[in-house]
């Protein structure tokens, strides 16, 4: 694999599990985790001073993307910040002070990624009311990302968040917005312009010949023929009809409540619900350690864990570097043979 291209992994909170979950991730690099080499951007002093307070022998060097992989196999490469900017953040003590370089390593990453000098993206948990306090004004990470991706005055791609395993793979349809406005926001558009990226990323990305979407219900039952709620008979049902005109192997809506047990979940390729919480409690049941939180309809690949900052555990050593893992194993993946 020395000839790829290594894979960006952004920092994360600082405060949180992020930097010791990379480093666990680069000490296992060498006993059968099959991981690609990855660099990480931060502060290379912060890093050297985590790693001792969790009393881990891990040489940390200060690399350009272009030795990364070369240094990989003896160090964690780490590509400082632009800025310079020195981190030193407490485990466990979030704070609006690291807020700054909480985004210059994802617009670093990302700009990187853009241009070619990194295969892909990882990034390591963030949390956005830290970033709030210094005017940070997306909705959350992934609509961060899609603004990165474009030039300044171009309008975003829609952004689909879809988490990943072995075992299943689901994707909301609305993501970070309260329950309540939920049957506004979710128009027959939305429904199908998600469904349209998700299929077309499966097929070229996932190398899928032929996705097999389902889009649950909202309602219990599926609104029961309206019964129970409308939204699913005057707006998802109208959706999955001029999706399967298209070409597009979907079916729904149905019950949300049957969709997930072993026997439905042979029978498709991701769910697509329309509420975050209906996607993400059976993945987080099913494969919480393992699931990948991947970004669709970006021009660059993107992963992540599908867990947050832990800020209650940061600095103990006991978080796990599984969901990490999993996300640098997927990017490499989606590259392909070609990094």
């Known amino acids: 694999m020395t000839e790829h291209k290594p894979i960006a992994l952004t920092l994360g909170d600082p405060a949180g599990i992020g930097p010791e979950i990379a480093l666990?991730?680069?000490?296992?690099r060498d006993a059968g985790a099959g991981l690609p080499p990855f660099f990480l951007v931060g502060d290379p002093a912060f890093l050297e001073r985590r790693a001792s307070d969790l009393g881990f022998?891990?040489?940390i060097a200060e690399v350009g993307p272009d030795s990364a992989t070369e240094v990989f196999s003896r160090a964690l490469p780490v590509v400082p910040l632009p800025s310079g900017v020195r981190i030193d953040a407490e485990a466990g003590r979030p704070g609006a002070a690291h807020a700054g370089a909480i985004l210059e390593s994802i617009t670093t990453a990302v700009s990187l990624v853009r241009e070619g000098s990194a295969a892909a993206l990882v990034t390591n948990p963030i949390a956005k009311y830290v970033l709030t306090q210094v005017g940070f004004a997306h909705p959350g990470h992934t609509e961060f990302l899609a603004a990165l991706s474009v030039a300044p005055g171009e309008?975003?791609?829609?952004?689909?968040?879809?988490?990943?395993?072995?075992?299943?793979?689901?994707?909301?349809v609305t993501i970070h917005v309260a329950l309540r406005r939920v049957p506004d926001l979710l128009t027959q558009d939305l429904v199908m312009r998600t469904a349209r990226i998700v299929a077309a990323?499966?097929?070229?990305?996932?190398?899928?010949?032929?996705?097999?979407?389902?889009?649950?219900?909202?309602?219990?039952?599926?609104?029961?023929?309206?019964?129970?709620?409308?939204?699913?008979?005057?707006?998802?049902e109208p959706a999955v009809a001029q999706l399967q005109n298209e070409g597009i192997d979907i079916r729904g809506p149905l019950p949300a409540d049957t969709l997930f047990h072993p026997r439905a979940r042979a029978t498709y390729d991701v769910a697509l619900t329309p509420t975050h919480d209906q996607a993400l409690i059976p993945i987080?049941?099913?494969a919480?350690?393992?699931?990948?939180?991947?970004?669709?309809?970006?021009?660059f690949i993107r992963t992540s864990p599908d867990h947050g900052t832990a800020f209650d555990i940061a600095g103990k050593g006991i978080a796990r570097p599984d969901s990490l893992m999993a996300a640098l194993r997927l990017a490499a993946r989606l590259v392909g043979p070609r990094a």
């Open 24 to 28: 666990m991730a680069w000490r296992a």
């Open 57 to 59: 022998s891990i040489p």
């Open 155 to 172: 309008t975003p791609p829609l952004p689909v968040m879809m988490l990943w395993s072995e075992t299943l793979a689901v994707v909301p």
């Open 201 to 236: 990323d499966l097929a070229t990305r996932f190398r899928i010949g032929k996705p097999r979407l389902v889009l649950s219900g909202l309602n219990p039952h599926a609104g029961e023929a309206g019964t129970m709620g409308t939204e699913d008979r005057d707006v998802l």
């Open 284 to 286: 987080k049941t099913i």
């Open 288 to 299: 919480f350690d393992d699931g990948v939180n991947v970004t669709l309809g970006l021009p």
